[in-house]
């Protein structure tokens, strides 16, 4: 990934609308677990980031599920971090 | 060195719920209208917003303008200005009804009117019994919100800058607000935004504690850039602590918990509310329910290993209820406490939450200061709405869901304000020879500075010496630590060096600059709370405690005033509370009790 798209990645997960957001996505940029996704995986993270806050949350909570196999295996990653 | 010139009509900082309700004020009446935001408009923090909207609209049982005043003037510790307060009450109704007309989709009573919830410090008939007067969408009012808000700027035709940040004030010698210079985050560009009138809505500073509800965002940018401007803070030393955060992580568990019946327990599984409040129990105001979870805490009646903590106890409602009313509650408990509070009581703190304190404000939006003798003299082409201001209702404290209310009520009042004066012929003024300057020198000296301050480390530093010098207890020598304390950080928050030197989304300097913002915050706070002698609302000190001539601690005689602090000199002076409301008779000074 190059730099300015990291960066802008990082400014919209460390600045999102929810504290628990904030917490969790900057846990997971910051505590190394995005580095070791491959390619697909970081489009798919990416993808997850656009979401609204307050779907992505009920995502990373379970209360909500996506069919995207790609989008779910992300969200069990950060769930898990 | 030419730096772009933006020309608008009006300029808005801030996309959350107050900066979208002056857009649309603005767009409507066809002036051209920038709004810049750091974030996506719909990722403003407003969208956190959960609890609701009060309005008395008296869709579940009698209620009425006068009596959320008088609940209004109570909660602030008749710090509110009184005429401000009976603007907003008088007009919540009409503002909830347009939102509902933007589309807004509120919960349903089943005869299809807006269904209305209890909420802690709503009363009727002048502090009689508890009344339901918060409108909301689910769990996500704040969001729907600002969605509704969103689409009706779009249809208007506003300009949005999104992500981008303003970095200060641009006023010329006679006091005039002309505009903002700001920084586009994916290039680093400096551009002016030169304005007729310029709107800051920019939301709180909660993240000068170290332990606050607040998302990241709130780094009081729009203080900052006041502060750097010459303009007053109002009011800096009252700062409203939820009083359920969960401990160990500061997420919020809404107020609607205890609407919908949730109960304070001590280590002794005691309701012990019943002691502080007999009346409104765990619905009293906010500030009084943070002091009782305080005192049982330091008293030795907390849980835990610590006993650092006590417990929000719904096991014993209907899990049907809690689901349906009450959906994101279950999760958080889950998620940060470790808890299923369908079977268990969760973990709760008070953590800093809202800002009384801001902009100083007139209800029309407009910025006020002292001007020779003149304690309001307008800021002309300067308005403010939302958070970042101080009108002030919520005086000492606010009152639970009246800060959605005041977006929508003063971002509407700043934005009808700024179309007024500018109908009235108010032109572009001439920008000044050294617009960009301060802002190009602080850029370059955080670029070109070496062995300076990190600005997390900074940060940190800031937010422990707030939350342990000025926290929800304050005590004089820990105070007057603070102080010194505090402005020790701000020669490091001064001194700051980044690292990265790229122009395109380069976020250390964002944060940098944030930093630069927040101290600003961080130092009224401290300096106004070291000044104020008394205990009031939410600003309770230990050597002010309650006492037959000084009931819960407050002094009117000596302490019925606006701190107005300035940034310039640290130095402070006050101004007198406004006690006339608008057409009815004033609330009488008494002694705050639930
Ligand atoms: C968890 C939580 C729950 C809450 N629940 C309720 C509730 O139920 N009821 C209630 O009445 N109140 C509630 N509040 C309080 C209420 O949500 C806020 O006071 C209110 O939403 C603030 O709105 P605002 O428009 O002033 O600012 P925000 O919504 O915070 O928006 C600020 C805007 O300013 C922009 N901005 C900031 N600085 C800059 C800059 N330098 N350059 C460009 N743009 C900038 C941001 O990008 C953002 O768009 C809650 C608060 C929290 C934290």
Known sequence: MERADYERLRWRCIRRALLELDITLTRFLDGGEFEKLNGDEKQAFVELADMEDHDLWDLLTGKAEIDDPRLAHIVALIRKS | MSIPVLKFDAVIVGAGGAGLRSAIQLSEAGLKTAVLSKVFPTRSHTVAAQGGVAASLGNSEEDHWTWHMYDTVKGSDWLGDQDAIEFMCKKANEVVVELEHYGMPFDR???GKIYQRPF??????????????????ADRTGHAMLHAMYQRNVKANTQFFVEWMALDLIRDEEGHVLGVTAMEMETGQIVIFH?????????????????????????GDGLGMAARAGIPLEDMEFWQFHPTGVAGAGVLITEGVRGEGGILRNSSKERFMERYA???KDLASRDVVSRAMTTEIKEGRGCGANKDYV??????LDPATIMKRLPGIHEIGLQFAGVDCLKEPLPVVPTCHYQMGGIPTHYSGRVVMPQGGDMNAVVPGFYAGGECACASVHGANRLGTNSLLDLLVFGKSAGDSAVEDLKAGRAHRDLPKDVADK???????????????????????MQRTMQDHA?????????KEGVSKILEVEKAARNLEI?????AWNTARTEALEMENLIEVAKATMISAEARKESRGAHVRDDAPDSPEFPNGRNDAVWLKHTLFSPADNSICYKPVNMQPLSVEPVELKTRSY
Do not use: Q, W
């Open chain 2, 311 to 316: 417990l929000l106890d719904i096991t014993h």
């Open chain 2, 439 to 461: 802002t190009l020198a602080r850029i370059s000296a955080l670029d070109n500075r070496k062995g300076g301050a990190n600005v997390h480390e900074t940060r940190l530093a």
């Open chain 2, 120 to 137: 802690g410090g709503h009363m009727s008939n002048f502090g009689e019994k508890p009344v339901r007067r918060s409108c909301a969408a």
């Open chain 2, 109 to 111: 009573t089943d005869d």
């Open chain 2, 499 to 503: 690292k990265d030197k790229s122009m």
């Open chain 2, 471 to 479: 926290g929800v207890f304050r005590f004089s020598d820990l105070l």
């Open chain 2, 278 to 280: 007999p009346n409104a």
């Open chain 2, 195 to 219: 304005a007729r009138a310029t709107i800051f809505a920019t939301g709180g500073a909660g993240r000068i504690y170290y332990s606050s509800t607040n998302a990241f965002i709130n780094t």
